[in-house]
């Protein structure tokens, strides 16, 4: 069994009822590094959105539309859901949405837990829903180096953590517009396994290839 097949199976359910449920809008550090860009979004996609908690933030904030998507049933499927947010059941390899539908594409912490053969399908479905010019946020672990660990009892499955944000700067409608280095768990410790960011990059396809300057 593949490993997306194993959080469809419900490992993805399971992840959801260990992690906390909701989102300090204040002190998020993705909702924090988008306004210290200014950033103002109308249509926002969340990949791996969990129970659309940092949703909600986003539509309480700037009263946009939000769309997300998350493997876990119970997740999107939670009760209490602010009006103006729809969550759907998938994975980031098809994602909802035509083709430059949001302004705002989020991958929210969900890359590491990906498999390998699923990047390139990802990248491409995350640049296809994406507008240009418009944003993409990543917010995940960001290690020296690539490696991989073994998820939890689950020896089957692995968390892989590397700078994700390469899956995109090699295209030159990317570029890197800030980095937010963070701990995803005990702070302070600047343990390199613990090392995480959120990147903001940004699409805009009319610079990637100006007239020839020679």
């Known amino acids: ?32 590094a988008i306004r210290s860009l200014g950033i103002t979004p109308q249509r926002v996609l969340e990949i791996g959105c969990g129970g659309g908690f940092r949703l909600e933030c986003f539509r309480a904030i700037y009263g946009c539309e939000c769309q997300g998507i998350d493997p876990s049933r119970k997740a999107v499927q939670r009760v209490g859901l602010q009006s103006g947010i729809t969550l759907r059941q998938g994975t980031a390899d098809a994602l909802p949405g035509a083709d430059h539908r949001f302004d705002l594409v989020m991958l929210g912490f969900c890359l590491y837990l990906c498999d390998p053969a699923d990047y390139f399908r990802i990248a491409a479905e995350a640049d296809r829903v994406l507008q240009s010019p418009g944003f993409l946020v990543i917010s995940d672990f960001l290690p020296p180096v690539p490696y991989r660990n073994p998820y939890l009892d689950r020896r089957e499955i692995f968390s892989r953590k590397m700078e994700w944000s390469r899956m995109f700067l090699w295209n030159p409608s990317y570029r890197l517009l800030s980095r937010t280095y963070f701990e995803q768990g005990q702070q302070n410790t600047f343990a390199a396994d613990e090392s995480a960011a959120v990147d903001i990059l940004r699409k805009d396809a009319a610079l990637a290839f100006p007239d020839n300057p020679y």
Request: with cysteine; net charge negative; proline share 6%.
């Open 1 to 32: 069994m593949s490993q997306k097949s194993e959080f469809f199976a419900g490992e993805a359910d399971a992840w959801f009822e260990r992690n906390p449920k909701t989102i300090d809008c204040e002190r998020d550090p993705v909702m924090r």
